[in-house]
């Protein structure tokens, strides 16, 4: 089964940066788009960027274009989101998440890691 993992959250102040991590498994071909989302008390999850697994088509939210860089290392398995020039506005738990690679319900979002904390202080 499809497993994801985060790391690199932590703790920095305002105009700082961050690189997270998200380590996956469960196969080569068992993921076709991977992304990164945000969640704070009181608010929705929200979308923050994603890319097809093969590198191509990244996208992001407004809030963070010219910011943020997601990028995929297949050889590793493994997903990036640098985050730079934070600021409070992006505290949140990050979520890595991905959908299966084809069928009918490759559209949703179907795997979750645990989320790694993000803290950015003014």
């Known amino acids: 089964q499809v497993q994801l993992v985060e790391s690199g959250g932590g703790s920095v102040q305002a105009g700082g940066s961050l690189r997270l991590s998200c380590a996956t498994s469960g196969g080569t071909f068992s993921i076709g788009t991977i992304g990164w989302f945000r969640q704070v008390p009181g608010w929705e999850r929200e979308f923050v960027a994603a890319i097809n697994w093969s590198g191509g088509d990244p996208h992001y939210t407004d809030a963070v274009k010219g910011r943020f860089i997601i990028s995929v290392d297949n050889v590793k398995n493994t997903v990036f989101l640098q985050m730079n020039s934070l600021h409070p506005g992006d505290t949140a738990m990050y979520y890595c998440?991905?959908?299966?690679?084809?069928?009918?319900?490759?559209?949703?979002?179907?795997?979750w890691g645990q989320g790694t904390q993000v803290t950015v202080s003014s």
């Open positions: 998440a991905g959908t299966p690679p084809d069928g009918p319900r490759s559209y949703e979002y179907l795997y």
